[in-house]
């Protein structure tokens, strides 16, 4: 199985600053069709994941153009380029290269300090 | 609107039996593959089963093998999950998802959830 590692676990950031996660897999994410699916979600307090980023890079409909996505292979990285209120959560990397099964990172809490 | 509404959730001895339903609504429900993700309290996401859109593919997690069954009814726009044997490691909320497949593969939509609590 595909092992996600996130870091840090915990991020506080001050609003308006950047915020950066890193995701790191224990094989490379590039499939056979030459793509690498690498996800990011959104998890806000009591509620369910939504979908910020898909194939390392890419930002689902409705998604701030502050979440950008980036890397390759085996490390990836979420940025978001000036944190707001609304921001605060757990963000989870993701990969759908290769399953069963579908793996996730543990996790990283984002807080406002 | 993409619409996936959970049920079923609730508390359960060990050993006992449980079966969530999600119910699809605003899409193509059988153009889907659908998946069952759980959240312990307190923990991160896991991946729970696998079902092709037209369910002749189907896929479980080492943790629940054997223990539980995914189904759909595509004529009901509505998946399943029945949970058997259950262990207090399964106590968790349950969310179903809808997979996008071919060169995308990403989970676009999820459920609300349901909580499952298995305690004695």
């Known amino acids: 199985d595909i092992v996600m590692t996130q870091t840090p676990l915990s991020l506080p950031v001050t609003l308006g600053q950047p915020a950066s996660i890193s995701c790191r897999s224990t094989q490379s994410l590039v499939h056979s069709d030459g793509n690498t699916y690498l996800s990011w979600l959104q998890q806000r307090p009591g509620q ?4 910020l980023i898909y194939k390392i890079s890419n930002r689902f409909s409705g998604v701030p153009d502050r979440f950008s996505g980036s890397g390759a292979g085996t490390d990836f990285t979420l940025k978001i380029s000036r944190v707001e209120a609304e921001d605060v959560g757990v963000y989870y990397c993701m990969q759908t290269t290769q399953f069963p099964p579908y793996t996730f990172g543990q996790g990283t809490k984002l807080e406002i300090k | ?19 969530l339903s999600c119910a699809a609504s605003g899409f193509t429900f059988t153009s889907y593959a659908m ?18 859109g037209g369910s002749s593919t189907i896929y479980y997690a080492d943790s629940v093998k054997g223990r539980f069954t995914i189904s759909r009814d595509n004529a009901k726009n509505s998946l399943y999950l029945q949970m058997n044997s259950l262990r207090d490691e399964d106590t968790a909320v349950y969310y179903c998802a809808r997979d996008v497949r071919g060169v995308l593969k990403y989970f676009d939509f999820w459920g609300q959830g349901t909580l499952v609590t298995v305690s004695s």
């Open chain 1, 48 to 51: 369910p994941p939504r979908l």
């Open chain 2, 1 to 19: 609107e993409v619409k996936l509404v959970v049920s079923g959730g609730g508390l359960v001895q060990p050993g006992g039996s449980l079966t």
């Open chain 2, 35 to 52: 998946n069952w993700v759980r959240q312990a309290p307190g923990k991160g996401l896991e991946w729970v089963s696998y079902i092709s």
